[in-house]
């Protein structure tokens, strides 16, 4: 049986924004709505495998005096019942009844066997079941769902209970990361954080009544149009009013000013009383209230604020330390109520990737006659062969990329990208694999998923054919990787992770270097400068050179290391793009036109070092080693390192 997960979620920001965003559909001058959410460290661990009806069983012991074992059989009409019921395995048969609807799916036996997270506590155990169900679906007969289609499916099939669950809820099926989630009518955005410092939550179940049926009920009769002042308050106060303060914690998330987010949620709580807790008697929340004040807290928090739907449910706050964090804890279990840890742990920011591969292969001719050079064959560690670009995509997943764009050189080189990332093999190949392979055969199809193509229509240079990825990178960071380059780390860290950790403790244009003999520096980018550590691997550089001179590089482009004596570097392969690289290729294709050179090739490294003249460029020094696979050498010795 396969394992699976599925934490609960937190809104730490925008808790009812996502309903009220909704709205837009009817009337347009509502503003969009926008929430913080995480998934928790608790949740649902479960066992699945295929069944002939759809089943849920429990052993376990946090389920005991709730439970008892499920059936029903995979007939449309049946689930559709159950989820009508409002009986405890409703969110379940909804679900399931929307994957046998849209996609024709035998049944399944989900067996809970631990589940830790606390029911009707504001913490969405509900959508949690529902989004557990969705992948179990999707995981065992192979649907090939991104996390948002599971996300989809287990919001509308929680619709068909008697449940009305917000947008946000299903934020779980992101694991237990911090993403931005926007609601503008029916479109979602979700969008992983930047954490600069680690944040100590604790949120705690109040013990308490609530009843979110009522608040959800009276809150709605705001929307879609305001008929008084008070209405008019609440929307503004889920509207403009929560988006500013969301963008403030946004901010404060990426600059780790932990105290400022802690006074922030405090400030949230305050406009949600003043603005929205009228429009609800079920709002009073004595005991929400009562906690969030307690003398005998204030000294371990920064902040604090209530939780979902708010009302006398769940309460949160931001502890100033590990240590306080856990006295809080417990405190709170030593008052009645039941407390839980959730400490966020910094993230990437850098989530998206670009490979070009449109070059011909020169080098290697007359082999890229009948084959391109990024699907050469290459034997890896793990005993598989697979070609150049798997190798570097895997690596880029591994790294934490969600979203890769491709520049491919033609329309027929995507539909061959398309055939085999997106392609499944046909039932007779796949007879063939053994069970290793039949699995990794998921694994290609989900890298398909990250994958967007552009194309360079037009050959001017590698600088041209990066600029055709500025739609694709928007105003982020952008990792850069060579498509005719893989690397091996010589750490557990990839060397695209080494590279993306120290672009995030500088936030500037980072390049990842290695040093190179003398004698071949005419053959590279090179750069130098002085090292801003003792370990010499962080370097402020100082200038680049396009292929320079031995006579050049020796004079003007030495790096001294800790015996005093001068080393070369060369650029790694790998860059990590700022929005002004963008910006400058853009003026240098318009130079070029003002100045009717349409025909100028655009280079990538003539608007790095105008990017690091104004505004500094970090080199570092990757602990791995690169192969080129354009170079003949470089692929003989793939195959001896591999």
Same mark, same amino acid.
């Given at each position: 049986m396969k394992q699976l997960f599925v934490p609960g979620r937190l809104c730490l920001f925008g808790e009812h924004s996502d309903w009220a965003g909704h709205y837009r559909t009817m009337n347009a001058d509502i503003v969009a709505g926008a929430a913080i959410v995480t998934g928790i460290e608790q949740g649902i661990y479960a066992e699945i495998e295929k069944s002939p009806v759809f089943k849920l069983t429990s052993d376990a012991p946090e389920m005991e005096g709730?439970?008892?074992?499920?059936s029903c059989r995979m007939q449309e009409q049946d689930l559709k019942h159950v989820a009508r019921s409002g009986s405890f395995f409703c969110y379940c048969a909804g679900v399931a009844s929307y994957m046998l609807e849209w996609y024709n799916v035998g049944g399944v036996h989900i067996h809970?066997?631990?589940?830790?997270?606390? /029911?009707?506590?504001?913490?969405?155990?509900?959508?949690?079941? %529902?989004?557990?169900?969705?992948?179990?679906?999707?995981?065992?007969?192979?649907?090939? *769902?991104?996390?948002?289609?599971?996300?989809?499916?287990?919001?509308?099939?929680?619709?068909?209970?008697?449940?009305?669950?917000?947008?946000?809820?299903?934020? &779980?099926?992101?694991?237990?990361?911090p993403s931005l989630m926007t609601f503008d009518g029916d479109e979602i955005d979700v969008k992983a954080l930047n954490i600069k410092k680690h944040l100590y939550w604790v949120?705690?179940? +109040? &013990?308490?009544?609530?009843?979110?049926?009522?608040?959800l009920s009276d809150l709605n009769r705001a929307y879609p149009f305001a008929s008084n002042d008070k209405e008019k308050r609440e929307q503004a106060a889920l509207g403009e009013k929560n988006r500013e303060i969301v963008d403030r914690a946004v901010r404060y998330m990426a600059d780790g000013?932990?105290?400022? #987010?802690?006074?922030?949620?405090?400030?949230?709580?305050?406009?949600?009383?003043?603005?929205?807790?009228?429009?609800?008697?079920?709002?009073?929340?004595p005991k929400l209230r009562y906690v969030l004040t307690d003398p005998n807290i204030q000294h371990l928090i920064y902040g604090g604020k209530g939780v979902g739907s708010h009302g006398d449910g769940s309460v949160q706050f931001l502890a100033r330390d590990e240590a306080s964090q856990q006295e809080l804890v417990d405190?709170?279990?030593?008052?009645?109520?039941?407390?839980?840890? *959730? @400490? /966020? %742990?910094?993230?990437?920011?850098?989530?998206?990737?670009?490979?070009?591969?449109?070059?011909?292969?020169t080098r290697l001719y007359p082999a890229t006659r009948c084959m391109k050079k990024d699907?050469?064959?290459?034997? &890896?560690?793990?005993?598989?062969?697979?070609?150049?670009?798997?190798?570097?995509?895997?690596? #880029?997943?591994?790294?934490?990329?969600?979203?890769? %764009?491709?520049?491919?050189?033609?329309?027929?080189?995507?539909?061959?990208?398309?055939?085999?990332?997106?392609?499944?093999?046909p039932a007779d190949h796949q007879s063939k694999l053994s069970q290793h392979n039949l699995e990794y055969e998921n694994t290609i199809l989900n890298i398909g998923k990250r994958l967007r193509y552009v194309i360079q229509n037009e050959k001017r240079g590698f600088g041209h054919a990066?600029?055709?990825?500025?739609?694709?990178?928007?105003?982020?960071?952008?990792? *850069?990787? +060579?498509?005719?380059? /893989?690397?091996?780390?010589?750490?557990?860290?990839? &060397?695209?992770?080494? *590279?993306?950790?120290?672009? !995030?403790?500088?936030?500037?244009?980072?390049?990842?270097?290695?040093?190179?003999?003398?004698? !071949?520096?005419?053959?590279?980018?090179?750069?130098?400068?002085?090292?801003?550590?003792?370990?010499?691997?962080?370097?402020?550089?100082?200038?680049?050179?396009?292929?320079? @001179?031995?006579?050049?590089?020796?004079?003007?482009?030495?790096?001294?290391?800790?015996?005093?004596?001068?080393?070369?570097?060369?650029?790694?392969g790998q860059y990590i793009l700022t929005p002004e690289v963008y910006e400058q290729l853009a003026a240098d294709i318009l130079e070029a036109y003002e100045n009717k050179d349409d025909g100028r090739e655009i280079e990538l490294t003539t608007a790095l070092e105008t990017v690091r003249k104004n505004y500094g460029m970090v080199g570092v020094k990757i602990d791995g080693q690169m192969f080129d696979m354009g170079n003949p050498e470089a692929l003989k010795n793939v195959y001896r390192n591999f």
């Open positions: 709730l439970w008892h074992d499920f809970i066997k631990k589940m830790t997270l606390p /029911i009707k506590s504001g913490l969405s155990s509900s959508a949690a079941i %529902c989004v557990l169900v969705a992948r179990a679906f999707n995981i065992l007969y192979k649907l090939n *769902l991104n996390t948002l289609g599971e996300m989809n499916i287990a919001y509308l099939g929680e619709l068909r209970t008697q449940s009305r669950c917000g947008r946000l809820d299903q934020a &779980c099926a992101f694991g237990v990361k949120f705690a179940d +109040l &013990c308490a009544d609530k009843n979110t049926i009522q608040i000013n932990v105290e400022a #987010l802690g006074k922030l949620m405090t400030e949230a709580e305050r406009l949600f009383n003043e603005e929205i807790a009228p429009m609800s008697k079920a709002l009073t929340a405190y709170l279990n030593s008052n009645g109520m039941m407390a839980y840890k *959730l @400490t /966020i %742990c910094p993230v990437h920011t850098v989530h998206k990737a670009i490979v070009p591969v449109a070059g011909f292969g699907f050469f064959p290459i034997p &890896c560690k793990d005993g598989m062969i697979k070609p150049v670009i798997l190798v570097i995509l895997e690596e #880029l997943v591994e790294s934490g990329i969600d979203e890769i %764009c491709l520049v491919l050189g033609s329309e027929e080189e995507r539909e061959m990208y398309r055939a085999y990332f997106e392609t499944p093999l990066v600029y055709q990825t500025r739609d694709f990178a928007g105003n982020e960071p952008v990792l *850069l990787m +060579l498509g005719d380059t /893989i690397y091996r780390s010589d750490t557990s860290k990839t &060397c695209a992770l080494q *590279l993306i950790e120290n672009y !995030e403790r500088h936030n500037k244009l980072t390049l990842a270097i290695h040093s190179i003999p003398l004698a !071949e520096v005419s053959r590279y980018g090179m750069l130098c400068g002085v090292w801003e550590d003792k370990s010499r691997t962080i370097m402020n550089v100082s200038e680049m050179a396009e292929k320079p @001179t031995v006579g050049y590089a020796e004079e003007f482009l030495g790096v001294e290391n800790e015996s005093g004596e001068k080393e070369y570097y060369s650029v790694f």
